[in-house]
Every structure is written in structure tokens, then in C-alpha cells.
């Protein structure tokens, strides 16, 4: 089978597209056969050597923890050959997904509804899953409460803003103006300029604050909460600096992991097939030109997610 993978932690230079053995299944695995995984900023920073990386211990490394694809061989689970899946699993071990078939833990893998496309659930599971535990495991999010979501153009930000939305929020976001009539056709009530407009009309007004950016973005967005509010933050290499900020000004901050979950997987699929929840596509790559889909990745202004397609399998 062909996939992604490098020798070194390094560059763009280093993912290579060539042949891999195809992976064993162990007890409780499916074989997957990819029809797209999505791109998350955490694929290249751990090719890169930061992110996820202290978890790898050999090389070659195929990177890439959520996808989209096909059962090929259900092993001894209850899944049936060619039924459609999707998910996001071992992490932050690595998972492998950046190749044309996937071995799968099968509790951590849900069926995708057969109203839902899907290429586009290549991109689904890892930031639905962080949005959804963000907003509701970490967030504790209620009817009517005020939420704002920094970097609410991005992968996590505009599922985080429709989930939000679903559940009776008041959602406010920040974007770059061009991205402004994006956030109000998700459902935002109001768009933030975040070059141009301070927070400051937004002092003390907010139950929930997702972060999406981090560092001195997250930590500038503290004075936005209500006394009782809470910040979640997604970036893990600024997390100890926006908890500190927090602490000092008294403002709970709660960094989150994203954990694989089918149970949560599923009410994503669901809330798919019933139209509540969209995954906008910015750009799709065929799975060789991962390189360029990391380079815009690390643009740090991708709309949406970034999904890589598999066209032959062999
Ligand atoms: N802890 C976890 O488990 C976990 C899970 C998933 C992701 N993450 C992390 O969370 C972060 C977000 O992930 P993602 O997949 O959503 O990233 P992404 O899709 O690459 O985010 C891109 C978006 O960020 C926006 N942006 C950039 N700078 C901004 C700023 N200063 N203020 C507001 N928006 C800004 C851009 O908006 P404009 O183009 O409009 O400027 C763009 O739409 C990443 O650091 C990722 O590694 C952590």
C-alpha cells in the first residue's frame, strides 16, 4: 500500500510518498481501506519534532490520526466489510492514518450515516471531537449561555460555533474580516475583527471561552469571562502560560487532550446526517501532495479543515 511517512523528524522535505507494508490487525482491530484523512496542525508538528512526537518511538512514522474509509477485513469485531466508518483513533499514539489502509481499535470507530459524504468525514473526527469536548466534557455549555470562540474560522473553531449554536448559545467569534460572513451563515451572533477590534465591550460577559489560538490571544480574551466563566484552550504548547494568566487573574482556564470517543463519534454523525452540524472544506490534496496541504496548514489561516483524498489503492 502506498503512504506518508518520514525517516526523520524534520522539514516538508521529509514526508516521502512510497510503498509500506500493510498493517497486521491485533484482537478488537478492523482494516480500513481510506478514502480521506483530514489534515490538523498536530500532523505537522509532530513530523516536525514538537507536538505528538515524544510518543513515537520508531521510524518510519506514518502520521495522521483521523480518517474516513471502507472495512475491509472486520477481523473479529462486529463490523461488516464495506461498511463506511470514520474516526480518530490511538491518539496521541501514533495511528498511522496517512496511508491507503488502516489498522483500527474498533471501539474507538463509528459508522457513518449513509446520508453523510464521505471524503468529507476524512476530516470529521478530530476536530468534531475536540469542538464537541471542548464545548460540552470541559464547558459544561447550557441554553442560553454566551459563548466566544477564538478562531472561529478554523477546523475546530467552526465545528465548535455550529455545536455551540445546536445546543442554544449565544455565539460570538473571531476571524479575519474576509471570514465574517462565514461565521454568521455557522450562526454567529456577532464577529470579532481580532486585528482591528479589542475585546473590550465584551468585559465580564462570557460563560464559555473556547481558545483556539492560545498565548497572548488566549490570554487577552481572560477579561471576557464572567467571574464563574471558563476558558478552555486548545494549543498545548501555550497551556501552562494561559492557565498562569488565568490563575493570576483569578479566571479558570482548562486545557484539554482530545480522546477518541465512538459514543461521541456517533452524535457527530448523526448531527451530520441532520444537517445541524457542516465540515467546510478549504482545499482537498490527493494524499502525495501532503506536503503542500501542510504548508498551508502552517499558513495558520486554513478555513475550515484540510482533507487528502486516496485514489489508488494497491
Ligand atoms: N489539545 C487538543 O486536543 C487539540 C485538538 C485539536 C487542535 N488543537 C490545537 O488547536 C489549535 C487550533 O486547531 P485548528 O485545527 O482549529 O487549527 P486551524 O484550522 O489551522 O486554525 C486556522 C484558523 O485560525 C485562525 N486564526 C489564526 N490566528 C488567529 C488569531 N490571532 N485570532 C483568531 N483567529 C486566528 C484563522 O482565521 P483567519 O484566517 O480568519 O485569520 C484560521 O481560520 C491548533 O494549535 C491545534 O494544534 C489542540
Given at each position: 500500500m502506498h503512504a506518508i511517512s518520514i525517516?526523520?523528524?524534520?522539514?516538508?522535505?521529509?514526508?516521502n510518498y512510497k510503498k509500506q507494508p500493510r498493517p497486521q490487525l491485533n484482537t478488537g482491530e478492523v482494516l480500513v481501506k481510506t478514502t480521506a484523512v483530514g489534515v490538523n496542525p498536530i500532523d505537522w508538528k509532530t513530523c516536525s519534532?514538537?507536538?505528538?512526537?515524544?510518543?513515537?518511538?520508531?521510524?518510519?512514522f506514518i502520521p495522521g490520526w483521523e480518517f474516513s474509509g471502507v472495512i475491509a477485513d472486520p477481523g473479529d469485531t462486529d463490523f461488516k466489510v464495506d461498511e463506511a466508518v470514520f474516526g480518530m483513533i490511538r491518539f496521541p499514539q501514533?495511528?498511522?492514518?496517512?496511508?491507503?489502509?488502516i489498522a483500527a481499535p474498533a471501539e474507538q470507530i463509528a459508522r457513518l450515516p449513509d446520508a453523510v459524504d464521505l471524503t468529507m468525514a476524512g476530516g470529521l473526527a478530530t476536530a468534531s471531537l475536540t469542538a464537541w469536548q471542548a464545548v460540552f466534557?470541559?464547558?459544561?455549555l447550557q441554553a442560553g449561555q454566551q459563548v466566544l470562540v477564538l478562531g472561529a474560522a478554523g477546523g475546530v473553531g467552526h465545528l465548535a460555533v455550529q455545536l455551540a449554536k445546536w445546543a442554544g448559545a449565544h455565539v460570538t467569534g473571531t476571524a479575519s474580516v474576509h471570514n465574517h460572513e462565514f461565521l454568521a451563515d455557522l450562526g454567529c451572533q456577532h464577529a470579532i475583527d481580532y486585528r482591528n477590534?479589542?475585546?473590550?465591550?465584551?468585559?465580564?460577559?462570557?460563560?464559555?471561552i473556547i481558545d483556539c489560538v492560545g498565548g497572548e490571544t488566549g490570554i487577552g480574551a481572560l477579561?471576557?469571562?464572567?467571574?464563574e466563566g471558563v476558558l478552555v484552550t486548545l494549543p498545548s504548547v501555550t497551556k501552562e502560560q494561559v492557565i498562569a494568566a488565568g490563575a493570576a487573574q483569578r479566571r479558570r482556564v482548562e486545557p484539554i487532550l482530545c480522546e477518541p470517543s465512538a459514543e461521541q463519534l456517533k452524535k457527530i454523525g448523526e448531527l451530520v446526517a441532520d444537517e445541524h452540524l457542516k465540515l467546510h472544506i478549504g482545499e482537498t490534496f490527493p494524499l502525495e501532495k501532503a506536503a503542500e496541504a501542510f504548508a498551508l496548514s502552517q499558513s495558520?489561516?486554513?478555513?475550515g479543515k484540510l482533507i487528502l483524498t486516496f485514489n489508488q489503492p494497491g
Open positions: 525517516h526523520q523528524f524534520g522539514g516538508l522535505e521529509e514526508l519534532g514538537g507536538g505528538a512526537s515524544g510518543f513515537i518511538s520508531e521510524f518510519p501514533p495511528a498511522g492514518c496517512y496511508a491507503e489502509y466534557d470541559k464547558g459544561a477590534q479589542s475585546l473590550n465591550e465584551y468585559t465580564n460577559s462570557m460563560d464559555l477579561p471576557c469571562l464572567k467571574p495558520g489561516h486554513v478555513c
